[in-house]
Nanobody, 121 residues
Framework: VQLQASGGGLVQPGGSLRLSCAAS????????IYWFRQAPGKEREGISC????????SYTDSVKGRFTNSRDNAKNTVYLQMNDLKFEDTGVYYC???????????????WGQGTEVTVSS
């Protein structure tokens, strides 16, 4: 079971990127998915979450209005659409979920491998 993040790259300020987080070995549908990022020299921070039940989303203030978190359960994938990118959005982006792995309800934290976003002119 794993999560695989992709879609990062180099973009100019004001540009857009769409990150993907694809699940393999399990179904994403029952789980909330979180996006984190780690800027150079800083701690990893949570930036967005999408719920499993109704697909409701939440965002940290710094990305609110610019980033959109969505999910396509049929494709077993979550997306983070990032618009109006700023220098301070530079970092490595990770997707994360905590999934149930046995009938006893034990959970495992899954992290995607990270995809790098560089905003530069």
């Amino acid at each position: 079971v794993q999560l695989q993040a992709s879609g990062g790259g180099l973009v100019q300020p004001g540009g857009s990127l769409r990150l993907s987080c694809a699940a393999s070995g399990f179904m994403l549908r029952p789980y909330a998915i979180y996006w984190f990022r780690q800027a150079p020299g800083k701690e990893r921070e949570g930036i967005s979450c999408i719920a499993s039940s109704d697909g409701s989303t939440s965002y940290t203030d710094s990305v609110k209005g610019r980033f959109t978190n969505s999910r396509d359960n049929a494709k077993n994938t979550v997306y983070l659409q990032m618009n109006d990118l700023k220098f301070e959005d530079t970092g490595v982006y990770y997707c994360h979920s905590s999934i149930v792995v046995n009938v006893e309800g034990s959970r495992v934290d899954l992290w995607g491998q990270g995809t790098e976003v560089t905003v530069s002119s």
